[in-house]
Nanobody, 118 residues
Framework: VQLQASGGGLVQAGGSLRLSCAASGNIFSISRMGWYRQAPGQQRELVATLASGGIINYADSVKGRFTISRDNAKNTVYLQMMSLKPEDTAVYYC?????????????WGQGTLVTVSS
């Protein structure tokens, strides 16, 4: 499974960015797609996930500002980020959970840096 993320960059506080992550390879049974982030010196944390059944989960810190969506035909997940804050600065990783015979397996993208200046 390959995950190609894009869309990171430098933006001023209050600005917007849209992240994309395209999945390819053996991904016939995707159960969930999502985004995590890791700020310097911090642990990786959940940002938003979107399950195949349509259930969406957001971190409290991004509710009302970030929107996760998915294009099933393209196996691509998006994260629209608005009203960005300096504390949103982090490397953002896309995540895909695929159902295998052995159970669910998580795959990670290479990470894309989002920097929000004050």
């Amino acid at each position: 499974v390959q995950l190609q993320a894009s869309g990171g960059g430098l933006v001023q506080a209050g600005g917007s960015l849209r992240l994309s992550c395209a999945a390819s390879g053996n991904i016939f049974s995707i159960s969930r797609m999502g985004w995590y982030r890791q700020a310097p010196g911090q642990q990786r944390e959940l940002v938003a996930t979107l399950a195949s059944g349509g259930i969406i989960n957001y971190a409290d810190s991004v509710k009302g500002r970030f929107t996760i969506s998915r294009d099933n035909a393209k196996n691509t997940v998006y994260l629209q980020m608005m009203s960005l804050k300096p504390e949103d600065t982090a490397v953002y990783y896309c995540n895909v959970r695929v159902l295998r015979q052995i159970g669910p397996v998580d795959y990670w993208g290479q990470g894309t840096l989002v920097t929000v200046s004050s």
